[in-house]
């Protein structure tokens, strides 16, 4: 009885944000405090074996930013795929609440909120390519990634209609971690 109360108890760490509105998650916490979205689920520790799982909704097609802040230690130039230690392995389920059906899915990673980031910052989309199989979607078939003079990961090749879910599965790197980072998440919908 003691160890399934443990086990439930080690099942829900991180199934509900903290007072601050932050759902904690590894060395990390995910915040859906700019808006136009809403996390609903967080769990895991970022490692490779156990990516952080985060489910959330959008309800726009307009872009949106997911803060992401170091609640740990973090060393500066980890080179090693241990959670916290400079690689963030992460599966995002996304339900597609804004009436409209998306065809491509952009992710973009900022060190500083509304500048792009460049590549000497050390934040990146898996930029010293540890492996093809952590970046790709449910959804979209393929993926173009930029690291000049930006950190863009554009999925195309699909399409998500309102009121279903597409999960990404993105490998985040910062070898040079600052407190506070930021993945802006822009769905992309039809020309007329």
């Given amino acids: 009885m003691i160890i399934a109360a443990v086990l439930l108890s080690a099942a829900l ?16 916490s995910f915040s859906d405090e700019l808006g136009g979205f809403r996390i609903q689920a967080v769990s895991g520790t970022g490692s490779r074996s156990d990516p952080v799982l985060l489910r959330q909704e959008l309800y726009t097609a307009s872009a949106v930013v997911l803060v992401i802040r170091t ?5 500066r130039y980890a080179y090693d795929e241990r959670a916290g230690a400079g690689y963030l392995f992460i599966e995002i389920e996304t339900l597609n609440a804004s009436n409209l059906p998306w065809v491509e899915f952009e992710f973009e990673l900022q060190e500083l909120r ?10 990146s989309f898996d930029q010293r390519n540890v492996g093809p199989t952590q970046i790709g979607s449910s959804a979209f078939v393929t993926h173009d990634r930029k690291f000049e003079p930006y950190d863009r990961l554009l999925f195309q090749s699909g399409t998500v209609d309102a009121g279903h879910s597409v999960t990404f599965r993105l490998l985040i790197t910062d070898l040079t971690p600052k ?11 039809p020309a007329s």
């Fill in 114 to 123: 509304g500048i792009s980031s460049v590549y000497g910052d050390g934040l």
């Fill in 13 to 28: 760490l991180g199934a509900e944000p903290g007072d601050d509105g932050r759902w904690q998650a590894g060395q990390y």
């Fill in 71 to 75: 609640t740990g230690e973090v060393p």
């Fill in 179 to 189: 407190p506070v980072f930021y993945l802006v998440q822009d769905p992309r919908i």
